[in-house]
Structure formats: structure tokens, C-alpha cells
T-cell receptor, first 116, second 114 residues
Framework: GAGVSQSPSNKVTEKGKDVELRCDPI?????LYWYRQRLGQGLEFLIY????????KSGLPSDRFSAERTGESVSTLTIQRTQQEDSAVYLC??????????????FGSGTRLTVV | AQSVAQPEDQVNVAEGNPLTVKCTYS??????LFWYVQYPNRGLQFLLK??????LVKGSYGFEAEFNKSQTSFHLKKPSALVSDSALYFC????????????FGTGTRLQVFP
């Protein structure tokens, strides 16, 4: 696609429910990243995919968080038993790799998750 | 640990005046440095990057940034601010140890007043 697409754009869920967030990267982008942005705060790294493997998942906050990626395509971030502190905007980005002189992330518009 | 710091939560400037948004970094090896901008209810947009070469990097919307190795800084600048430049600005550094990702600063909110 022309850009990074995330769905849903907004999600309100009850505390304790599971949620799935989806990211469609730019076609041909082998690297995919998930970040979390809490209200008024910076971007917190969650996980990095190269193809369908995740060399770095050091930013996942707890075992309630997991992510997978199908080939060099769609990724889903799953949060189980959601808590109020999970409320945030979840941003996905993709990039070409190996990084060349034209490197740069392209971000999606994010999924705003609200846990009530 | 590799990181970036944005010491100012907010920068206020009058339209037409020059602006500076500060960023310092801590990395091992040669740094790859980036600036991104986030407008309200929109995703992050790439402004510019420093990989190698000239210390003064020019980017989108008239922004530029100066890489200063001795001061480990990468401040974002614009000679004449516009009201439409009001947004949240993030500095980022590439981290390569056991990974390949960008680490972002906490962000600086720029307010340009008419």
C-alpha cells in the first residue's frame, strides 16, 4: 500500500478483555516496529520485526503483550487481560532494511486504545 | 546505554523569530540521528536525518539541524517560525547493539504565537 495502515483507529475495551491491533506495513518493507505513546509522553519501543522474526522484543511491558507477523506483511499486537495503564496510542512503523541512505521509518496513524 | 535527551518540554516562540529545539545524544560509535514531527491527531512525520557528511542537515518545511560531535548535540532549527510549525517534535537515535531500531526522546512541544 501507499502508507502504513493501522486498524482499528480507535478501540474502547473493558478492563480484563483481550484486544488485537493490526498493522499493514508498506509493501516491500521488511522491518516493522511497534511503539506505544501514552498521553503527553514520548514513544516507548515495544518490538522490532525483521521479516516474521522478532530479534528485539525487549520493550514488551509484560507477558500480557505479544505480537506476531506473517511473512513480510501484516502484524498483530495482542494485549491480554487489558488494564487501565494499557490505555495509549499504539503506533506501527515500517522501513526498508538493510538501511541505506534513504532510510527512514514510515509511521501509521496509530490505534488509540482506551481501557475502561 | 544509548539514548537521546530533549531537555525542554515546551518551547515558545513568536512567529517570524528563529527557533531551536534541543537534542543531545549518547551512543557508542557513529550516531544516526533523526527528527520527527507529530501534528495533532496525526502520525509522526520524518523531518530530517544525519547519517554522515555535512554537519548541517536540511530537511522538510525549512527545518535544519546541526550535528555537533564535541557537544553530542543535534539541535533542530528554523530561521523564521510559522504558526503552522506548532507541533510535537521528537529527536531519535538509531541503536544497533543486538537490535536495529530508533530510540526516541521524550518530545518537545513547540508553540509558535502570532
Amino acid at each position: 500500500g501507499a502508507g502504513v495502515s493501522q486498524s482499528p483507529s480507535n478501540k474502547v475495551t473493558e478492563k480484563g478483555k483481550d484486544v488485537e491491533l493490526r498493522c499493514d506495513p508498506i509493501s516491500g518493507h521488511t522491518a516493522l516496529y511497534w511503539y506505544r505513546q501514552r498521553l503527553g509522553q514520548g514513544l516507548e519501543f515495544l518490538i522490532y520485526f525483521q521479516g516474521n522474526s522478532a530479534p528485539d522484543k525487549s520493550g514488551l511491558p509484560s507477558d500480557r503483550f505479544s505480537a506476531e507477523r506473517t511473512g513480510e506483511s501484516v502484524s498483530t499486537l495482542t494485549i491480554q487481560r487489558t488494564q487501565q495503564e494499557d490505555s495509549a496510542v499504539y503506533l506501527c512503523a515500517s522501513s526498508l532494511r538493510p538501511w541505506g541512505s534513504n532510510y527512514g521509518y514510515t509511521f501509521g496513524s496509530g490505534t488509540r486504545l482506551t481501557v475502561v | 546505554a544509548q539514548s537521546v535527551a530533549q531537555p525542554e518540554d515546551q518551547v515558545n516562540v513568536a512567529e517570524g523569530n528563529p527557533l531551536t529545539v534541543k537534542c543531545t545524544y549518547s551512543v557508542s560509535g557513529n550516531p544516526y540521528l533523526f527528527w520527527y514531527v507529530q501534528y495533532p491527531n496525526r502520525g509522526l512525520q520524518f523531518l530530517l536525518k544525519y547519517i554522515t557528511g555535512d554537519n548541517l542537515v536540511k530537511g522538510s518545511y525549512g527545518f535544519e539541524a546541526e550535528f555537533n560531535k564535541s557537544q553530542t548535540s543535534f539541535h533542530l532549527k528554523k530561521p523564521s517560525a510559522l504558526v503552522s510549525d506548532s507541533a510535537l517534535y521528537f529527536c531519535a537515535v538509531r541503536v544497533l547493539h543486538n537490535t536495529d531500531k530508533l530510540i526516541f526522546g521524550t518530545g518537545t512541544r513547540l508553540q509558535v504565537f502570532p
